[in-house]
């Protein structure tokens, strides 16, 4: 939880972020990806003033343990003072004690978003899934609440302006904003009617722009001219020497018994996909059954 201080910016976890989504597709495969439809509602997480505090807080958590299909844990939610904005007790269930930081308290609108990054805890725990290092796993964490609809509350709960700032979970909020465009590109989504803050809004917008040239990239058709033209370099690069690609490229040349092959990264779930350069061809990912048309 950042509160106060300066908010870091744009997207310095990314490759990290990616391999969350794929790691997410694989674990829990197309379907049942898919089944995280739709994202939560704003009025199953709204939390009022004249709200109990603690019925409410027990309200929320049931809505987003029903969000993120957890339908036989129980969460009891307590406040304490402490360094951080909430932590989760990992057992083996089927009850989960969650702490929230006492200043939710009086932040209540804010008390979703702490909730949802806690009980995505306990769904990896029980999918076995997490990346090695507390880093990398937060961060985990926070891409697989965004990814499967909770997510949009951790953004929300950002705000900034010239004296002070807010913001909790470990991506940047351009990089929560990424993984919402990818979310709302995948489950037809607009995430942005949601958002209260205006601050959220507007990371949306740069996250969604940044997605965006996932799908515009060589080889795919969307790819722009100077895209195209790069491509064609590189491409001759590798058939003049033996396969070999240019280093620093978002996608690879490989020699194969049948002749060159080029590999990148699928927009939407970003496993590698190989396909052999011969002109116009049409492959599907495999993991996430997204269909590409390339100019190989």
Same mark, same amino acid.
């Given at each position: 939880?950042?509160?106060?201080?300066?908010?870091?910016?744009?997207?310095?976890?990314?490759?990290?972020?990616? %391999?969350?989504?794929?790691? /997410?597709?694989?674990?829990?495969?197309? $379907?049942?990806?898919?089944?995280?439809?739709?994202?939560?509602?704003?009025?199953?997480? %709204?939390?009022?003033?004249?709200?109990?505090?603690?019925?409410? *807080?027990?309200?929320?958590?049931?809505?987003?343990? &029903?969000?993120?299909?957890?339908?036989?844990?129980?969460?009891?939610?307590?406040?304490?003072?402490?360094?951080?904005?909430?932590?989760?007790?990992?057992?083996?269930?089927?009850?989960?004690?969650?702490?929230?930081?006492?200043?939710?308290?009086?932040?209540?609108?804010?008390?979703?978003?702490?909730? *949802?990054?806690?009980?995505?805890?306990?769904? +990896?725990?029980?999918?076995?899934?997490?990346?090695?290092?507390?880093?990398?796993?937060?961060?985990?964490?926070?891409?697989?609440?965004?990814?499967?609809?909770?997510?949009? +509350?951790?953004?929300?709960?950002?705000?900034?302006?010239?004296?002070?700032?807010?913001?909790?979970?470990?991506?940047?909020?351009?990089?929560?904003?990424?993984?919402?465009?990818?979310?709302?590109?995948?489950?037809?989504?607009?995430?942005?009617?949601?958002?209260?803050?205006?601050?959220?809004?507007?990371? =949306?917008?740069?996250?969604? *722009?940044? %997605?965006?040239?996932?799908?515009?990239?060589?080889?795919?058709?969307?790819?722009?001219?100077?895209?195209?033209?790069? =491509? %064609?370099? &590189?491409?001759?690069?590798?058939?003049?020497?033996?396969?070999?690609?240019?280093?620093?490229?978002? =996608?690879?040349?490989?020699?194969?018994?049948?002749?060159?092959?080029?590999?990148?990264?699928?927009?939407?779930?970003?496993?590698?996909?190989?396909?052999?350069?011969?002109?116009?061809?049409?492959?599907?990912?495999?993991?996430?059954?997204?269909? /590409? $048309?390339? $100019?190989?």
């Amino acid at each position: 939880m950042t509160d106060d201080s300066a908010v870091v910016h744009g997207f310095p976890h990314l490759e990290t972020v990616q %391999a969350a989504i794929t790691a /997410l597709h694989r674990r829990l495969s197309y $379907d049942g990806v898919l089944s995280y439809t739709p994202s939560v509602a704003p009025v199953d997480v %709204a939390f009022s003033d004249v709200d109990d505090l603690h019925l409410g *807080a027990q309200r929320v958590a049931r809505a987003l343990v &029903h969000q993120l299909r957890l339908p036989d844990a129980r969460m009891i939610v307590s406040f304490r003072e402490m360094e951080h904005a909430a932590a989760v007790e990992l057992a083996a269930g089927p009850e989960y004690f969650i702490e929230l930081n006492d200043r939710f308290r009086t932040h209540r609108g804010d008390i979703g978003a702490a909730l *949802a990054h806690e009980v995505m805890h306990v769904l +990896l725990h029980r999918l076995g899934l997490g990346f090695a290092g507390t880093r990398d796993n937060e961060i985990l964490t926070d891409t697989a609440t965004t990814y499967l609809g909770a997510g949009w +509350l951790l953004l929300d709960a950002f705000r900034e302006d010239e004296v002070s700032s807010q913001k909790l979970g470990y991506l940047t909020p351009e990089e929560f904003g990424y993984v919402l465009a990818k979310r709302a590109l995948l489950f037809d989504e607009d995430p942005s009617i949601w958002f209260t803050s205006p601050q959220a809004y507007t990371a =949306y917008t740069k996250g969604r *722009a940044r %997605a965006g040239q996932d799908s515009s990239r060589p080889p795919l058709t969307a790819a722009g001219w100077a895209g195209r033209r790069a =491509y %064609a370099k &590189h491409r001759r690069y590798a058939q003049e020497h033996g396969g070999r690609s240019a280093p620093g490229m978002p =996608y690879a040349f490989e020699e194969a018994a049948d002749g060159l092959r080029v590999s990148f990264a699928c927009p939407t779930c970003h496993q590698r996909i190989r396909v052999p350069v011969r002109g116009r061809v049409r492959a599907r990912c495999g993991l996430c059954r997204t269909v /590409l $048309d390339c $100019d190989t």
